[in-house]
């Protein structure tokens, strides 16, 4: 699990650096992610977390919904193969799979679904799933117990 966000946080740190080197398509992307237009709500373990989100698209043409991976309390990213309104499931890719970072804990989803709308550039949506929590200290998570169903939304974001 640290591997995975070790990864995660590589990923965002070379978009942003690769950006800064004049790139146009990550110079548009980090726009967009700094374009905290929408909100994103998730309820796991009978609490519920709220974050300002953006929509974009990765120059290797996947599209991400996520929180700000800078200023946000709760950080979530969730990958899309498409923009169009259609039912997809969370991918099960180690490469992208989805995370959610609560002040809770931090959740792996393992299954789900996204719903998503996107009715003239306006994206919104609802999810559900199960996910595996780790606990323990940073660098020494495991996995705990069984998956535990979540769900949540997402509206106001723009293409």
Known sequence: MKKLLILSVLIFSSYFAFAQSGNTKMMEMLKKMQNNNGKIMLVIEGKTFSEKSSFFQTPKGKFVLSTN???AT????IVLPKK?????PFSTDKKEATTF???SGMYEVKSGTIRLINSGGKISGTFTGKAQKFIGKSGNQKPQGDLIPFSGSFSGLTE
């Not at 709760?74 to 990213?77: G, H, I, L, R």
């Not at 169009?84 to 997809?88: A, H, K, L, R």
């Open 69 to 71: 991976m800078a200023t």
């Open 101 to 103: 970072v609560t002040r």
């Open 74 to 77: 709760n950080t979530f990213a």
């Open 84 to 88: 169009e309104s259609g039912n997809y």
